[in-house]
């Protein structure tokens, strides 16, 4: 079933989150410079009995920080929305917006770290802190089979939040690895401009890794 912006859960940080000092500070400096923004914890998207939950970073300033969704409203999220379609894992227009429409099928989306980071950098111990929240996220999808883990910073504070070791596997795009549970860990490079702009990620990249999990998810 297509599922649309899910309200805050135990899994999601309260708006006043304050676990994070220098993040917190962040919020309310950006909550002067742009009062429009949405400038709090961003909540996961998607239904928790979904198969497939993408792991994120963490909200980038004008985009999820801005509209209060993962991955809306920058070019992370053109790239990620547009391959979830194509792949029948989202419905419906990707407008830039929490209000537009977009629906998820089969699919949950959400950040190692809930709060935007300065320089888009967090740092461990804002990483260490956040992980109650992504240990809740994972106990509370029962049907879960596949954890996709976009760059080296979700894969190791999934990892964490499993309660393995980050030596337990190395990142790599497209790898993809056994759990203990018997669920599933893939990697891919992050969907950002950055990335994609250097070439070490380009949409045939993605794709592919999503071809993975469709088949994982069908095997």
Same mark, same amino acid.
């Given at each position: 079933?297509?599922?649309?912006?899910?309200?805050?859960?135990?899994?999601?940080?309260?708006?006043?989150?304050?676990?994070?000092?220098?993040?917190?500070?962040?919020?309310?400096?950006?909550?002067?410079?742009?009062?429009?923004?949405?400038?709090?914890?961003? =909540?996961?998207?998607?239904?928790?009995?979904?198969? #497939?939950?993408?792991? +994120?970073? /963490?909200? @980038?300033?004008?985009? &999820?920080?801005?509209?209060?969704?993962?991955?809306?409203?920058?070019?992370?999220?053109?790239?990620?929305?547009?391959?979830?379609?194509?792949?029948?894992?989202?419905?419906?227009?990707?407008?830039?917006?929490?209000?537009?429409?977009?629906?998820?099928?089969?699919?949950?989306?959400?950040?190692?770290?809930?709060?935007?980071?300065?320089?888009?950098?967090?740092?461990g111990a804002e990483v260490t802190a956040c992980r109650q929240f992504l240990t809740a996220t994972l =106990?509370?999808?029962?049907?879960?089979?596949?954890? #996709?883990?976009?760059? +080296?910073? /979700?894969? @190791?504070?999934?990892? &964490?939040?499993?309660?393995?070791?980050?030596?337990?596997?190395?990142?790599?795009?497209?790898?993809?690895?056994?759990?203990?549970?018997?669920?599933?860990?893939?990697?891919?490079?992050?969907?950002?401009?950055?990335?994609?702009?250097?070439?070490?990620?380009?949409?045939?990249?993605?794709?592919?890794?999503?071809?993975?999990?469709?088949?994982?998810?069908?095997?």
């Amino acid at each position: 079933m297509p599922t649309h912006l899910s309200g805050p859960s135990v899994s999601d940080p309260p708006l006043d989150c304050a676990f994070c000092p220098r993040l917190a500070a962040f919020r309310d400096s950006n909550q002067s410079a742009y009062p429009e923004f949405h400038n709090a914890p961003v =909540a996961s998207f998607g239904s928790t009995d979904a198969r #497939l939950l993408i792991i +994120g970073m /963490a909200p @980038g300033l004008k985009g &999820a920080n801005r509209t209060g969704r993962p991955f809306t409203g920058d070019y992370a999220g053109d790239l990620l929305y547009a391959t979830l379609r194509r792949h029948g894992f989202a419905e419906g227009v990707y407008d830039k917006r929490a209000d537009d429409g977009l629906s998820l099928i089969d699919c949950r989306i959400t950040n190692a770290v809930r709060c935007v980071p300065p320089q888009n950098k967090p740092v461990g111990a804002e990483v260490t802190a956040c992980r109650q929240f992504l240990t809740a996220t994972l =106990a509370e999808m029962p049907a879960l089979r596949v954890l #996709l883990v976009l760059g +080296g910073l /979700a894969h @190791g504070a999934t990892l &964490a939040a499993l309660g393995l070791k980050k030596s337990h596997v190395k990142f790599g795009h497209n790898a993809v690895y056994p759990l203990p549970d018997d669920r599933w860990l893939v990697g891919s490079y992050h969907c950002s401009r950055y990335n994609t702009n250097t070439g070490r990620l380009n949409e045939a990249m993605f794709d592919d890794v999503f071809v993975r999990i469709r088949g994982l998810l069908n095997g």
